[in-house]
């Protein structure tokens, strides 16, 4: 009798195994939010780098954002005299989206089932955002490139889990890895550094079965030439709630990548805006040109050209000031004493708006000239006058753009056999790399004549200049020649005109 019962209870727990297994999923999509690095960026590619497992780079418990807390304010984290991370400030960036050092890209990590429980994502080529954010040379011409992938990123997952016994984590890869269980840091290998492994058993970690905790994983490649995440768990992943980007626990930062908005519009005086106001789609608004405190420039923002800055037109149109600029507190003026206003619209009528006439106090000559300053602080930027505005033109000849190719040099290291401390035994299921999806390059502007040249600055008052030609109609540009003739007769005053437009 004792034997029958036994072959039942066993019969019954092959049955309710089987069951198990076959009410498990295939796969576990654990939804993440990668923040592709610039590695321009102080604590990504270091030069002079400590190849090895640094712990203590962050506190122990998890911060009240959701994110790890760097250990040391101000201060870098260095070993054996060399950088680790330069400071707070730099490791902000590495799970916080800030405009230009960082592109937030949402990411799906696929782990699938090996066993009765068990989940595995196992990949020494981890590159999942190849030609997106940085490395996308369309949108960022001049950004680095390192032999083929995208190996400068930091990615973040955010889950929950219901202990019931029995539960672990083992984790091997490279670079800086962090996992924190009940927002508690349980595995710690920070730093730069080849394929380390880690298991946490939560059997070991004082839980109460059935109740649930949060689980938060981060993960950074900081360095060539290597990328390697390996994840082995049976844990039971939940989450809680999507953002608007479909991000688990995520903060829409991810939502204009998921929108697939334009980082780079062709029209350089707009920019990207994506968020709660306009319902995560995305739009362009106006670009703001604050570029300079001197208070002697105005800037603007103009289409082909971008921020410009130029003089500030100080004139008060008050014959009896002296007109000056500060570029700490902008225009003033200086008096002049004992001066007669006279009557600047009667006698002194400005023909050219970009030779405003005034009349002279001081009587003789009547009237004065004061030109419109156009000057423009960038070297390959011509500023000149036309109908009392400053029209900008590019002057310099334009070099073509070559994205810069970086050959790293590669510390060799010898990848060390991980053998992860779990009681099952995993058949590795190949991986493959997600292929980036492809980047619609913005169609070229139709080629247009070139801008007219400026009127010269000795051009007499009265004389033709480009505009009343109109070469552009035509399709042709507009330029200005010598009068021959004028120059060896020396003719001078009014009508005498030294320069001749030309349509070419």
């Known amino acids: 009798m004792k034997y029958s019962y036994l072959l039942l209870i066993l019969l019954l727990s092959n049955l309710y195994k089987e069951g198990f297994s076959q009410g498990q999923p295939d796969s576990i999509v654990l939804s993440a939010t990668i923040y592709d690095e610039s590695p321009i960026v102080t604590d990504f590619e270091i030069e002079t780098y400590y190849n090895g497992v640094v712990e203590g780079i962050v506190q122990p418990d998890l911060g009240a954002d959701g994110t790890p807390v760097y250990c040391c304010g101000d201060s870098p984290v260095t070993e054996n005299g060399r950088i680790v991370v330069h400071n707070q400030s730099t490791f902000y960036s590495w799970f916080h989206s800030v405009p230009g050092v960082n592109v937030p890209i949402p990411y799906d990590l696929t782990l699938t089932r090996v066993g009765d429980s068990t989940y595995a994502y196992q990949s020494n080529s981890f590159f ?18 390192y032999l083929g992938h995208n190996f400068h990123f930091c990615m973040k997952i955010h889950y929950s889990f219901t202990y019931h016994g029995g539960e672990y984590f083992t984790f091997s890869g490279d670079d800086d890895v962090w996992v924190f269980f009940d927002d508690v840091l349980r595995i710690d290998i920070g730093g730069i550094h080849t394929a380390a492994s880690r298991t946490v058993n939560m059997d070991d ?14 993960y950074c490649e900081r360095h060539t030439s290597q990328s390697t995440l390996n994840i082995i768990t049976n844990l039971n992943f939940t989450c809680s709630a999507y953002d608007a980007c479909g991000v688990c626990d995520g903060h829409n930062d991810t939502c204009c990548m998921v929108n697939q908005c334009s980082e780079s519009p062709i029209n350089p005086c707009l920019i990207q805006a994506c968020g709660p106001d306009n319902n995560y789609q995305c739009e362009f608004v106006d670009k703001i040109c604050n570029t300079t405190n001197d208070k002697c420039l105005v800037e603007s923002c103009e289409i082909g050209f971008g921020c410009l800055a130029i003089p500030k037109n100080c004139n008060d149109n008050d014959p009896c000031t002296t007109d000056h600029c500060d570029p700490a ?6 008096k002049f004493d004992n ?7 009667d006698t002194c009528i400005t023909n050219d708006l970009c030779f405003p006439r005034e009349c002279n106090p001081r009587g003789n000559p009547p009237c004065l000239i004061n030109p419109i300053n156009c000057t423009s602080t960038d070297p390959c930027i011509f500023s000149y006058c036309e109908n009392g505005v400053c029209i900008p033109t590019y002057i310099c000849t334009p070099t073509p753009s070559v994205t810069p190719t970086v050959t790293p040099t590669v510390t060799p290291t010898v990848t060390p056999t991980v053998t992860p401390t779990v009681t099952p035994t995993v058949t590795p299921t190949p991986t493959t790399t997600p292929t980036p999806s492809p980047t619609t390059v913005p169609p070229r502007p139709t080629p247009t004549p ?6 010269p600055y000795d051009l007499e008052e009265g004389c033709l200049v480009c505009r009343d030609l109109d070469c552009e109609k035509t399709g042709k540009s507009c330029t200005y020649l010598e009068n021959e003739t004028i120059r060896l007769f020396e003719c001078k005053g009014v009508g005498c005109c030294k320069y001749t437009p030309t349509c070419y």
């Open 128 to 145: 999942p955002i190849d030609g997106n954010g940085f490395d996308n040379s369309t949108v960022y011409p001049n950004e680095p490139h």
């Open 339 to 345: 001066c007669d206003a006279c009557n600047a619209v």
């Open 329 to 334: 507190i902008g225009c003033y003026y200086d």
């Open 205 to 218: 970690l004082g839980l109460t079965v059935g109740q649930s905790y949060p689980w938060d994983f981060f």
């Open 450 to 455: 070139l801008p007219a040249d400026p009127p």
